[in-house]
């Protein structure tokens, strides 16, 4: 049965309430499982073990920026064109740091928004959540938890039971 169906989804009323049925659903055991919420919670980040791995992109990219500025004037200034203006060396740092600057925020810039399309797994207009009962609600006033079919201790029964202890205004099956 579990494989017909996508998982199960519990309607909260309030954070809070959100926040302790996913905790509770951590400590039984449950790994598969997201919180949808029309605001972020933090506690929901620690409780899911969400990390971020955009600041390490936006950094790699920043890095290359600075390399491929410096790396842009070098070639131009020492290799294709040198010219020896007002007794500076071709190899004059100091002028190149607009460059790498701009470059730098480019660069970063960039790997922040493709690095956030490819770990949102954007672009993806379908996720089978979309098919809960009444979850448009959760751009408004409501809270949800989703606990997947696919997570090793699910059992529809059983999962469907653990929820409902948890005191939702209401469990439904998402269909995928």
């Known amino acids: 049965m579990s494989e017909s169906i996508y998982g199960l989804i519990a309607r909260f009323d309030t954070p809070e309430a959100v926040v302790e049925a996913t905790r509770r659903a951590r ?3 449950y790994r598969k499982m997201e919180a949808y919420s ?3 919670i933090e506690e929901l980040t620690e409780i899911l073990d969400f990390k971020p ?3 390490y992109l936006v950094f790699i990219g920043g890095v290359l920026g600075a390399l491929t500025g410096f790396a842009l004037q070098y070639y131009a200034s ?3 064109y040198p010219l020896i203006i007002g007794g500076r060396p071709f190899n004059s740092w100091p002028a190149f740091i607009v460059v790498e600057f701009e470059l730098t925020i480019l660069f970063a810039g960039l790997a922040a928004v493709f690095g956030m399309l ?3 797994g954007f672009p993806h207009p379908y996720h ?3 098919n809960a009962k009444d979850f448009k ?3 408004r006033d409501k809270f949800f938890l989703v606990i997947e079919s696919s997570d090793p201790r699910f059992d529809a029964e059983r999962t469907r039971s653990f929820l409902e202890s948890l ?3 209401e469990v439904t099956e998402v269909q995928p």
């Open 137 to 139: 609600l959760v751009s």
């Open 78 to 80: 020492v290799i294709s």
């Open 128 to 130: 089978p959540v979309f």
């Open 118 to 120: 490819g770990l949102n």
């Open 38 to 40: 029309p605001f972020p």
């Open 27 to 29: 400590e039984a055991g």
């Open 167 to 169: 005191n939702p205004e």
């Open 53 to 55: 791995k955009i600041q």
